[in-house]
């Protein structure tokens, strides 16, 4: 049985993309903004050469080798959110009752939904865009997580309790990513 002494991952660097590493933060700066992000995981380490991320690891554990692999997925996102965005393209789903959508500073608000009264509202999480066009909604932005967690609260406020969900379909639903 040999056991890897070091394991070694890279990522490319595009050339509009700029990487500041201070200690465990790691800044990313690109055309369409900038993403930092802390990193510390001891067991990994992470260097900037000329044109890529390097992420090694000396006599790596189970755990070691998964956490290799979330740190460079991490990263790619951040490069990627930097560089092209992401995009979640989102329908307003009704039968009966005519739902309107509005979006505020940090909060969209959902009236009529199934007759209700009160409105239901989702919280905007960090630096995500919701756009409201007729019945489709675009939840935008360049951190993954944040844009990811808006569309899942928008999702989730509009989730129908108690009742068939074969009949009752209303509601706000992910159609495609653009990432």
Same mark, same amino acid.
């Given at each position: 049985?040999? /056991?890897?002494?070091?394991?070694?991952?890279?990522? $490319?660097?595009?050339? =509009?993309?700029?990487?500041?590493?201070?200690? @465990?933060?790691?800044?990313? %700066?690109?055309?369409?903004?900038?993403?930092?992000?802390? !990193?510390?995981?001891?067991?990994?380490?992470?260097?900037?050469?000329? +044109?890529? /991320?390097?992420?090694? $690891?000396?006599? &790596?554990? %189970?755990? =070691? #080798?998964? *956490? *290799?692999? @979330? @740190? #460079?997925?991490h990263l790619s996102n951040m490069i990627t959110g930097v560089t092209d965005g992401f995009t979640y393209? *989102?329908?307003?789903? !009704?039968?009966? !009752? &005519?739902?309107?959508?509005?979006?505020? +500073?940090?909060?969209?608000?959902?009236?009529?939904f199934i007759g209700e009264k009160h409105p239901r509202t989702a919280k905007i999480v960090g630096s995500?865009?919701?756009?409201?066009?007729? =019945?489709?909604? /675009?939840?935008?932005?360049i951190n993954k997580e944040d844009v990811g967690q808006t569309m899942a609260n928008l999702e989730q406020? @509009?989730?129908?309790?108690?009742? =068939? &969900?074969?009949? !009752?379909? +209303?509601?706000?639903?992910?159609?495609?990513?653009?990432?």
């Open positions: 049985m040999v /056991l890897a002494a070091i394991i070694k991952e890279k990522i $490319s660097i595009p050339e =509009d993309v700029e990487v500041n590493m201070e200690s @465990t933060n790691i800044v990313i %700066k690109g055309p369409k903004g900038e993403v930092s992000r802390k !990193f510390n995981y001891s067991n990994i380490s992470i260097e900037k050469n000329e +044109d890529n /991320l390097s992420l090694s $690891s000396r006599f &790596p554990k %189970k755990t =070691d #080798k998964s *956490m *290799m692999g @979330t @740190t #460079k997925a393209h *989102m329908k307003i789903v !009704f039968a009966h !009752f &005519p739902m309107t959508v509005k979006v505020g +500073d940090y909060k969209v608000t959902i009236e009529n995500a865009k919701v756009n409201v066009k007729g =019945d489709e909604v /675009l939840v935008s932005g406020a @509009t989730k129908i309790k108690g009742k =068939d &969900p074969r009949v !009752f379909q +209303d509601g706000i639903y992910l159609v495609s990513k653009k990432e």
